[in-house]
Structure formats: C-alpha cells, structure tokens
C-alpha cells in the first residue's frame, strides 16, 4: 500500500526555519497543505514529476520553497521566516495524475499523510 508519511514538523521561534519531508511513495504529483485549527485546508506548494513545474500559494512564495529528490523518493517543503500565522498541521499530498486546476485544491489530490505540526511562537 503506497503511504505518504510526513516528518520534520517542530517548534520554533518566529523567523525560523524548517524543512519538512514526505515519503513519496513514486507518486508524480505531490504538493504541501496545512491546516490550522477551525480554518480550511489550505494549498500551499505542488510540484511535478521530475520538479521542473511547481506552483506556490501567494502567502507562501517568498518564504517556501518546495522540492524533491527522486533518488530518495522524497518530498520536501523548506520553510524559512516563519511567522505565528504559518502554526498548523501540515500535510502532504498527492495524486497519481496530473491535476486539472491550479495543483492547489484538496479536491485534486487523492492520497494524504496523516501531517506534521509545526507550532510558530513569537
């Protein structure tokens, strides 16, 4: 059974940084949600096949950067500046297809990790 397992969630201090991982699990489309408490799930990063194509969340362009290493068939979301607001589960996610949309919406994504909690103190 193909799993998606996240890790490398922590607590740190505003202006820190972390790098979260996913298995991958060789699936070609992956992207990164979170999910703070009583607000949606929200689209972050997404990313294709071999990484030439990645599509951002506008809040989150300047400070994520999403990549993956084929080789280790991994799934990674480098996270730097973080700030209270970006306290939330994180998940990753991802699809045996290409999705149709913006690569950003839960609808487009089939399989999900259980996510990761990363907590931003100021």
């Known amino acids: 059974q193909r799993q998606l397992v996240e890790s490398g969630g922590d607590s740190v201090q505003a202006g820190g940084s972390l790098r979260l991982s996913c298995t991958a699990s060789?699936?070609?489309?992956m992207a990164w949600f979170r999910q703070a408490p009583g607000k949606a799930r929200q689209g972050l990063a997404a990313i294709d096949r071999d990484g030439s194509t990645t599509n951002y969340a506008g809040s989150v362009r300047d400070r994520f950067t999403i990549s993956r290493d084929v080789s280790k068939d991994t799934l990674y979301l480098q996270m730097d500046g973080l700030i209270p607001e970006d306290t939330a589960t994180y998940y990753c996610a991802a699809s045996p297809s290409r999705p149709p949309g913006t690569w950003l919406d839960t609808d487009e994504y089939t399989y999900w990790g259980r996510g990761t909690l990363v907590t931003v103190s100021s």
């Open positions: 060789g699936f070609p489309f």
